[in-house]
């Protein structure tokens, strides 16, 4: 399944990319998948803390030069 919708979140700091991401996911249908692009490195964290909460599927999470590319498939 291709990748929906991506987001940008580089430059900002925690909480933003959660709460950026939880929004987007909220546009979403179940089973599609949104890409989120963050620099913050407690991102690492937060992402996938988030999806284990919210029941999403983390699918990708790679470092991308200076930030991070995480994939997330909505419950």
Known sequence: MQ???EIDTIG??????????EKALAS?????RLAVLAS??????DI???????GH?????????NHLRF???KA
């Open 12 to 21: 900002l700091n925690c909480p933003l990319p959660v709460i950026k991401a």
């Open 40 to 45: 913050d490195p407690l991102a690492a964290i």
């Open 57 to 65: 599927r983390l699918i990708n999470s790679t470092k991308v030069d």
């Open 71 to 73: 994939e997330i498939q």
């Open 28 to 32: 979403l249908k179940s089973g599609e």
């Open 48 to 54: 996938p803390n988030m999806c284990n909460q919210n």
């Open 3 to 5: 990748t929906k919708m």
